[in-house]
């Protein structure tokens, strides 16, 4: 059957456009493959010229700039200074040895730092840049330089390294960085190809670990012409990465200079906070370390000096470190039996210097005795067995949720390393980790701070800073971040009865200015400055019945490890509280010899903002603190390492 003349005539106009599109394609295809090899042939001839030549472009990681960290006021804690070495691209060395021969009469090779670089330079990929020489001078660094085309691989550089101006004064808090590890990559999930990096600095402990991702920054990649020996001929384009982020904490350079210098000697820690915004002003350990030996690598005989010193520089016992608190967890046990109800405060218990629960004999500190306690003398003269009677009225479980509301037994979120949760314990506690149930005897020594109490100094300031403004308060360390102001710590109401807080913050009162009070002899003379506080002393040891029978052994007749550890609580001025601190002296003793003068000396410099005047203090302690002031001046004075580099 024959298509109609009018069917075939639109056929042929369909192939006619088809064609016509096709052939379009083909045109617009073939056009763009001739505008790109004109543009290859004449825009990128002489790149394509040179890669002909045996010449090549690499393609290089720029490390990016890592974050600094600040003080409250903007003074330096953690920077950034050059640092120059000599790196070496095995397979632009080709002969490895004969290159480190022909560098080894020009440039001081360190023997560890040598083996090292060979080590690497087998065992990574043949274009990653090996340091063979670090920390070399400027002279080194030119005498390579001059022999360039004698050294083909060898690459002189100046990079930047980590210092830590302050050395041991900001140590456990902002820790240190040091080269990336076998370990420290097996930890990261698909670690980034800068991390691989050789000496690539990261943050191994403290605020440079726990904000590494804020401070390291992204890297940068520049494009570099090589010829076949391996030399840079020339830098074609670069583009920069983002440099890591600067962190403001809310320490307090000076005050905390200050602290470590009225530590030194003792196995001690303080922290204070600023009862307004729950800033951390301080936080010292004591002894502390130099984190710039850790930067390039410590020492073994640097690190082994620290591992066994007794009195344990490593750890930040500030946030690590946990303690029964003793008697300045009273005011927690206090609390909790007014708020239930369980004690008034004109209730009174008589202590004739010990309670009988259980057929087992609880003792006060007092061995005649204190007579009828109410809740303002129990806490200013610290009677033992008034708060065992206030354990039995009321329990471990309201005293441990008194401890909880107060911020013991918690673990605050701070970016510093191991930040301990301590343990305010309950029933259930007692039998899911002792296998034990509760006895009544485990009340009375957690109402005086003994037994599975432990607190850090941290939770034991956040305490004070509570009862002092019936706020919870929180503690913040960092201030900004790349100057973006961090949420506050200031609190909300804890919904305690206020009437009750003032009488205890009364009797902390007493604690201190009351010629009755534990801790008068560190009191502070100005009427505007006045200290509220609480001692407290805790023990490591247990004492016999024959021992008290013959009389309690003091702490100056036992060896350092089985002496009490000696603790102070308190906040500043008493009528509108600013600062509130904790101290725990390991074995120091007696809390109100060896931890209340720590706090009232703190205190006093944190208030005036420089020393104080000796009117400040008791007439009687003028003369030994005018010579403390003075060696403290000398201590916190010290040269600094750029100090030491100069001269």
């Known amino acids: 059957m024959r298509r109609p003349p009018r069917d075939t005539a639109e056929s042929q106009r369909r192939i006619t456009r088809r064609g016509l599109v096709v052939g379009g394609l083909q045109l617009g295809v073939m056009g763009a493959l001739a505008l790109r090899m004109r543009y290859m042939q004449l825009e990128q001839a002489d790149q394509f010229r040179l890669l002909a030549d045996e010449n090549r472009i690499n393609i290089q990681l720029i490390p990016p700039t890592r974050g600094r960290i600040f003080d409250?006021?903007?003074?330096?804690?953690?920077?950034?200074?050059?640092?120059?070495?000599?790196?070496?691209?095995?397979?632009?060395?080709?002969?490895?040895?004969?290159?480190?021969?022909?560098?080894?009469?020009?440039?001081?090779?360190?023997?560890?730092?040598?083996e090292k670089a060979r080590r690497e330079l087998k065992e990574l990929r043949g274009d990653t840049p090996v340091t063979v020489a670090d920390r070399v001078t400027w002279?080194?660094?030119?005498?390579?330089?001059?022999?360039?085309?004698?050294l083909p691989g060898v690459h002189p550089e100046v990079g930047l390294s980590r210092r830590y101006p302050l050395r041991d004064d900001h140590a456990h808090v902002v820790g240190y960085v040091g080269p990336v590890s076998d370990r420290d990559l097996d930890r990261i999930d698909a670690p980034e190809q800068l991390l691989r990096l050789p000496r690539f600095q990261i943050g191994k402990i403290g605020l440079e670990a726990q904000r590494e991702n804020l401070l390291r920054g992204s890297a940068g990649t520049r494009r570099v012409e090589v010829n076949a020996a391996g030399r840079v001929m020339r830098e074609l384009d670069r583009q920069e990465g983002q440099p890591g982020s600067d962190i403001q904490l809310t320490l307090d350079n000076e005050l905390q200079t200050y602290a470590n210098a009225r530590l030194d000697g003792e196995s001690a820690a303080v922290v204070m906070i600023d009862c307004e915004t729950g800033d951390i002003l301080a936080c010292a350990s004591s002894p502390s370390y130099d984190p710039?030996?850790?930067?390039?690598?410590?020492?073994?005989?640097?690190?082994?000096?620290?591992?066994?010193?007794?009195?344990?520089?490593?750890?930040?016992?500030?946030?690590?470190?946990?303690?029964?608190?003793?008697?300045?967890?009273?005011?927690?046990?206090?609390?909790?039996?007014?708020?239930?109800?369980?004690?008034?405060?004109?209730?009174?218990?008589?202590?004739?210097?010990?309670?009988?629960?259980?057929?087992?004999?609880?003792?006060?500190?007092?061995?005649?005795?204190?007579?009828?306690?109410?809740?303002?003398?129990?806490?200013?003269?610290?009677?033992?067995?008034?708060?065992?009677?206030?354990?039995?009225?009321?329990?471990?479980?309201?005293?441990?949720?008194?401890?909880?509301?107060?911020?013991?037994?918690?673990?605050?979120?701070?970016?510093?390393?191991?930040?301990?949760k301590g343990l305010a314990p309950t029933r259930e506690w007692k039998v899911a980790n002792r296998g034990e149930p509760w006895v009544v005897g485990d009340s009375a020594n957690a109402s005086i701070g003994q037994g599975f109490v432990l607190a850090s100094p941290l939770q034991l300031a956040v305490m004070t800073a509570r009862l002092a403004t019936s706020r919870s308060v929180t503690p913040r360390l960092v201030k900004s971040i790349d100057g973006v102001e961090q949420p506050s710590g200031h609190g909300e109401p804890m919904g305690l009865n206020e009437n009750l807080l003032r009488e205890v913050r009364r009797a902390m009162y007493a604690v201190t200015n009351s010629n009755r009070g534990t801790a008068y002899r560190s009191r502070i003379i100005e009427d505007a400055f006045r200290l509220a506080g609480k001692t407290g002393t805790s023990q490591v040891r247990n004492i016999s019945t024959g021992e008290r029978a013959t009389g309690v052994l003091s702490n100056d007749a036992l060896p350092r490890e089985q002496r009490d550890h000696a603790l102070f609580v308190s906040f500043a001025p008493y009528d509108a509280p600013k600062y509130a601190v904790a101290v725990v002296v390991e074995h120091g003793g007696g809390g109100s010899t060896a931890a209340a003068p720590i706090a009232r000396d703190i205190t006093l410099q944190a208030l005036y903002g420089e020393d104080p005047p000796l009117a400040a203090y008791p007439e009687a302690d003028r003369p030994r603190i005018k010579a403390q002031q003075e060696k403290l001046r000398a201590a916190r004075s010290r040269p600094t390492p750029e100090d030491s580099d100069r001269a």
């Open 292 to 420: 710039n030996l850790f930067v390039r690598g410590i020492s073994v005989a640097d690190y082994r000096a620290l591992l066994d010193d007794p009195y344990r520089p490593l750890p930040n016992k500030a946030v690590q470190g946990i303690y029964p608190p003793g008697s300045t967890f009273k005011m927690v046990t206090a609390l909790a039996a007014l708020e239930a109800g369980d004690v008034s405060l004109q209730d009174t218990v008589y202590c004739p210097g010990h309670l009988e629960i259980s057929g087992r004999r609880f003792h006060c500190w007092k061995r005649g005795g204190h007579g009828n306690m109410d809740l303002h003398l129990s806490l200013r003269e610290s009677c033992d067995v008034y708060y065992y009677e206030l354990a039995l009225r009321t329990g471990i479980e309201n005293i441990s949720a008194m401890a909880e509301r107060l911020g013991l037994g918690v673990q605050f979120d701070l970016p510093m390393t191991s930040v301990a």
């Open 139 to 150: 002279e080194d660094i030119s005498r390579v330089a001059v022999n360039a085309p004698a």
């Open 72 to 114: 409250r006021e903007g003074r330096i804690i953690a920077e950034n200074v050059p640092s120059y070495r000599i790196t070496m691209i095995r397979e632009q060395a080709r002969d490895v040895d004969e290159v480190i021969a022909r560098l080894a009469r020009l440039v001081e090779l360190d023997p560890g730092e040598l």
